[in-house]
């Protein structure tokens, strides 16, 4: 009868510690999107060429990272298979979406370089603005694959129904 209570004991403490943390991976993801799309914004009348980029995809995983977040905060949040695919589409396109501007920023031409410059001498750290979008991008990306891995591991403890 005394390891019956363990393990129940055991069983409520798994419970209470695992939603809480993946609350705070899905809060941590938002705030790096919000970071991201808050540089995005800062930066778009530099770079005309990464609003086709970056814009669409920034906005719609803000809002997405946010219906995931107040999803790990309700008890009966349904719908696994939708927050796979969140998680899944969110991490493939940040991570397109890092691989696109660093690109597009290796292979940019020497006109832009050179502007590049004089917006660092006159007090805009342009290359620097470009690096913290990357990996901003490359780190949500990674938030979201942390998130698919850890979902049903997470769901698989705390039992039917719940995540």
Same mark, same amino acid.
């Given at each position: 009868?005394?390891?019956?209570?363990?393990?129940?004991?055991?069983?409520?403490?798994?419970?209470?510690?695992?939603?809480?943390?993946?609350?705070?991976?899905?809060?941590?993801?938002?705030?790096?999107?919000?970071?991201?799309?808050?540089?995005?914004?800062?930066?778009?009348?530099?770079?005309?060429?990464?609003?086709?980029?970056?814009?669409?995809?920034?906005?719609?995983?803000?809002?997405?990272?946010?219906?995931?977040?107040?999803?790990?905060?309700?008890?009966?949040?349904?719908?696994?298979?939708?927050?796979?695919?969140?998680?899944?589409?969110?991490a493939a396109l940040l991570s397109v979406n890092a691989a696109a501007?660093?690109?597009?920023?290796?292979?940019?031409?020497?006109?832009?370089?050179? #502007? %590049?410059? !004089?917006?660092?001498?006159?007090?805009? &750290?342009?290359?620097? /603005?470009? @690096?913290?979008?990357?990996? $901003?991008?490359?780190?949500?990306? #990674? %938030?979201? !694959?942390?998130?698919?891995?850890?979902? &049903?591991?997470?769901? /698989?403890? @705390?039992?039917?129904?719940? $995540?």
């Open positions: 009868m005394r390891n019956a209570n363990f393990v129940e004991l055991y069983h409520y403490d798994l419970e209470s510690m695992e939603r809480p943390l993946l609350l705070a991976l899905r809060l941590g993801t938002l705030v790096m999107l919000v970071s991201l799309l808050t540089m995005h914004i800062r930066s778009l009348r530099v770079f005309r060429w990464e609003q086709s980029v970056s814009g669409g995809v920034l906005v719609t995983f803000c809002l997405a990272s946010l219906g995931l977040a107040l999803c790990a905060g309700n008890e009966n949040c349904g719908g696994r298979a939708l927050q796979a695919y969140l998680c899944g589409a969110g501007i660093w690109n597009r920023w290796r292979h940019s031409g020497e006109l832009t370089h050179v #502007v %590049a410059e !004089l917006l660092v001498a006159l007090g805009v &750290p342009l290359k620097r /603005h470009v @690096i913290v979008k990357v990996t $901003l991008s490359a780190a949500a990306a #990674v %938030a979201f !694959l942390i998130d698919l891995a850890l979902a &049903p591991i997470l769901s /698989h403890h @705390i039992g039917q129904g719940k $995540l």
